[in-house]
């Protein structure tokens, strides 16, 4: 099947890859020429693990291609994926459609033959309507049926979530639109995923309803590590004890500084502002953004009085800056928040982050970027782990302890354990379990 997917970031261009692995002949295509210049050249404008390879081999195998005239990939297309941005528009917090609208536009101006058009970027209900009625305004003539196929993929996983996924969701009401997506996502279809055909509003409700549970549930245990670190308790052992029952399940029960990223942060807030407008508000889901965002402003408050009140003069040491491993984006990251407060408070900020240097430098100023973790520890006053990438889940502690100025750890991921940490004697301070106090140790 022939495919233009438009939009070339974390979603376009995994998808993309993904379908033409698949065996389709996908073209992606982006408005940003330097994306489309990088990607002819073989070179991933995105750092997502496999990406890369599986790119190459669909491009030598003729099936994946890439073009920033959208008018050369749409007349053929059977299936014109929409995966655009679709971020907080602002002032109000609702979703900024405006891309989706103009690719709609262009999308029309294009069309040849019956085509299928997809919205696959997360869009408020109702969108799909007005996808379809701006095309049928633009283009009378066109032969289309328009359909939401929501993307549950998370990034740092992304390559497989696509091709393993738990469930495909698609809103479509014909018959022959249902069909295509069939057809396109006929390898896991025989793999036996559930696909789950709705109408197109249930289709576009299921995505923003399924972030807002997950953030519900990380708004929830952050919560609970506040109640634990009043009255003594563990909070992953709190999250294990309740996870391991079935209805509540243990995954998105890790407490940290609060949910960040190109999704949760964004979606919630929409969530929240279009179920105000239809008079069905939802206050749960307010509740949790108002939370979360506390929550991300408290953090580098926690990180001061770790480091005893005041961290004027001092070097502080951040390790981590993406919102989550595994991926360079740094959207809503909860560094953003939490960097700028330490350095208003006079800390001499210096950070590493395995993938997401590049594209701090351009969010974070006055920060020394450091070359690895230990050049960033080095004279440091303390060390605060903001992501937990794999390489700072086993950190040498004893080199940490040689060249920090002071050993404490200010670990909001909570990768290490308090034990470890005794026998290290490293202060150390995590989320919603009791620090570890000094040992009089410093130097
Ligand atoms: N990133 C994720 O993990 C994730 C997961 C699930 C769903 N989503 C949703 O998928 C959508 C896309 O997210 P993303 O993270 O890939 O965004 P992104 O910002 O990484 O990529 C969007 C791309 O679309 C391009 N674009 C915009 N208008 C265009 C046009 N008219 N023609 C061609 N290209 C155009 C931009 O240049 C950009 O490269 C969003 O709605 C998002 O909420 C994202």
């Known amino acids: 099947m022939r495919v233009a997917m438009i939009g070339t970031g974390y979603v376009g261009l995994v998808s993309g890859a993904c379908f033409s692995d698949f065996g389709h002949d996908v073209i992606c295509v982006d408005k940003d020429r330097r994306k489309i210049d990088m990607l002819e050249n073989g070179v991933m404008p995105i750092f997502e693990p496999g990406l890369d390879a599986l790119v190459a081999d669909n491009v030598k195998a003729g099936r994946l291609s890439f073009t920033s005239d959208l008018s050369k990939a749409v007349p053929d297309a059977e299936a014109v994926f929409i995966a655009v941005g679709t971020p907080s528009r602002r002032g109000d917090g609702y979703a900024d459609l405006s891309f989706v609208f103009s690719a709609a536009e262009e999308i029309a101006d294009s069309l040849n033959g019956f085509t299928v058009i997809v919205t696959k970027s997360t869009v408020p209900v109702g969108t799909g309507r007005k996808v379809q009625d701006i095309i049928r305004r633009r283009r009378p003539d066109a032969r289309f049926s328009v359909a939401s196929n929501p993307e549950f993929l998370r990034e740092g996983a992304a ?249 404490l750890l200010i670990d909001l991921r909570n990768i290490y354990t308090r034990e470890e940490m005794v026998a290290a004697g490293i202060e150390y301070h995590s989320v919603g379990r009791l620090p570890v106090p000094a040992r009089g140790n410093s130097r």
Request: charged share 30%; proline share 4%; glycine share 8%.
């Open 159 to 407: 390559i497989d979530d696509f091709k393993r996924p738990d469930r495909i969701v698609v809103g479509a009401e014909d018959e022959r639109a249902r069909q295509v997506l069939q057809e396109l996502y006929r390898p896991l279809f025989l793999n036996e995923t559930p696909m789950l055909f709705t109408n197109l509003e249930t289709s576009e409700l299921i995505k923003y309803a399924g972030n807002a549970f997950l953030a519900t549930k990380i708004t929830f245990i952050n919560e609970m590590a506040d109640l634990c670190e009043k009255v003594g308790a563990d909070v992953q052992a709190v999250s294990k004890g309740i996870g391991l029952d079935g209805r509540i399940g243990r995954k998105f029960l890790r407490a940290g500084p609060g949910y960040g990223g190109s999704c949760f942060p964004k979606d919630t807030l929409a969530l929240t502002r279009t179920a105000k407008e239809v008079g069905a508000p939802t206050r749960i889901v307010e509740a949790v953004v108002a939370v979360n965002d506390d929550r991300k402003k408290r953090m580098s408050r926690k990180i001061v009085e770790a480091c005893g009140g005041s961290v004027d003069g001092k070097i502080v040491a951040v390790l981590g800056l993406t919102f989550k491993p595994n991926t360079d984006d740094m959207r809503d990251s909860p560094s953003l928040d939490i960097v700028p407060e330490l350095q208003k408070a006079g800390a001499k900020v210096r950070v590493f982050d395995p993938e997401g240097m590049d594209e701090a430098r351009s969010l974070l100023k006055g920060v020394d970027f450091c070359q690895d973790a230990y050049d960033a520890m080095g004279n440091a006053d303390a060390v605060t782990i903001l992501t937990e990438w794999n390489e700072f889940r086993a950190l040498d502690l004893e080199r940490m302890k040689q060249i920090m100025k002071r050993p």
